[in-house]
Nanobody, 119 residues
Framework: QVQLVESGGGLVQAGASLRLSCAASERIFSRAAMGWFRQAPGKEREFVARINWSGGITAYADSVKGRFTISRDNAKNTIYLQMTSLKPEDTAVYFC????????????WGQGTQVTVSS
């Protein structure tokens, strides 16, 4: 059974840091690129960051570049999103996802974890 489980969300003040985790079942984690997305109330889901299988190639949305860092631990089937200098506009539900065979298309999604940043 395919599973992605996010954790680490919470309520923080502007300027604080949080680290999100996403644990994946081995079957889908193996040799897959993964990404983080977010969806704020009343807005469409947007791309946040992506990491390839080896962790050597990462990509970020302009809005988070320099503040967020995506990483992965393949031994633990887990990816992370280290978020620093958080802003109120970072408030959203954050989802991790597994990229499928077609680059840029994500086949499996977690349930999401809420991040709320107060001003």
């Amino acid at each position: 059974q395919v599973q992605l489980v996010e954790s680490g969300g919470g309520l923080v003040q502007a300027g604080a840091s949080l680290r999100l985790s996403c644990a994946a079942s081995e079957r889908i984690f193996s040799r897959a690129a993964m990404g983080w997305f977010r969806q704020a109330p009343g807005k469409e889901r947007e791309f946040v960051a992506r990491i390839n299988w080896s962790g050597g190639i990462t990509a970020y949305a302009d809005s988070v570049k320099g503040r967020f860092t995506i990483s992965r631990d393949n031994a633990k089937n887990t990816i992370y999103l280290q978020m620093t200098s958080l802003k109120p506009e970072d408030t959203a539900v954050y989802f991790c996802a597994v990229e499928g065979p077609l680059a840029g298309h994500y086949d499996y999604w977690g349930q999401g974890t809420q991040v709320t940043v107060s001003s």
